[in-house]
């Protein structure tokens, strides 16, 4: 399965400000998803991106707030905007092998920790 | 909509006990199911997971689960955990092509 590297693993950030995760795939993956872990919570997906073409987002999600970028195959960011104390979460990119075939399962990163202050 | 709940939010064993994490599902044709585990400040591992075939699957670790589409269960089973198991634990269903919906998770503490 794939390996993924995600940077930076924490962060403490002011409000006002943004961050920019890094998620780098040690191969060639059609999609790949961000998702948002908030405190004592569950995962929730945040967008999928595909090399080519703009990310797609949940519902509750927007592109000002949550920029992403997907300039190859192995490679994706995710931008955290004008950051709040609410956006105090863990982020994590997961990939999926195989474009459409959800059965062989998901890769995560190790996730990002984010504490806005 | 697809949706999963994992009943138990926290479950507290014995070390060398059995162990059983509940998980049901709603979807509305064959389920992917899934379930990860969290260890504190790490991502999500796959246990083990079902799309079809035998309804008892086994996964790393001791891990197994059954898939009851009678019930829409997804029941994960281990015979006797270690103090290693400690951590969270994810039910997850494929939702149409790609996308993965999680339950609330389950954490899961060993007394010694």
Known sequence: SAVISQKPSRDICQRGTSLTIQCQVDSQVTMMFWYRQQPGQSLTLIATANQGSEATYESGFVIDKFPISRPNLTFSTLTVSNMSPEDSSIYLCSVSPFPGQTHYGYTFGSGTRLTVV | ?112
């Open chain 2, 1 to 112: 909509a697809q949706s999963v709940t994992q009943p138990d939010i926290h479950i507290t064993v014995s070390e060398g006990a059995s162990l059983e994490l509940r998980c049901n599902y709603s979807y509305g044709a064959t389920p992917y199911l899934f379930w990860y585990v969290q260890s504190p400040g790490q991502g999500l591992q796959l246990l083990l997971k079902y799309f079809s075939g035998d309804t008892l699957v086994q996964g790393i670790k001791g891990f197994e689960a059954e898939f009851k589409r009678s019930q829409s269960s997804f029941n994960l089973r281990k015979p006797s955990v270690h103090w290693s198991d400690a951590a969270e634990y994810f039910c997850a269903v494929g939702q149409g092509a790609q996308k993965l919906v999680f339950g609330q998770g389950t954490r899961l503490t060993i007394n010694p």
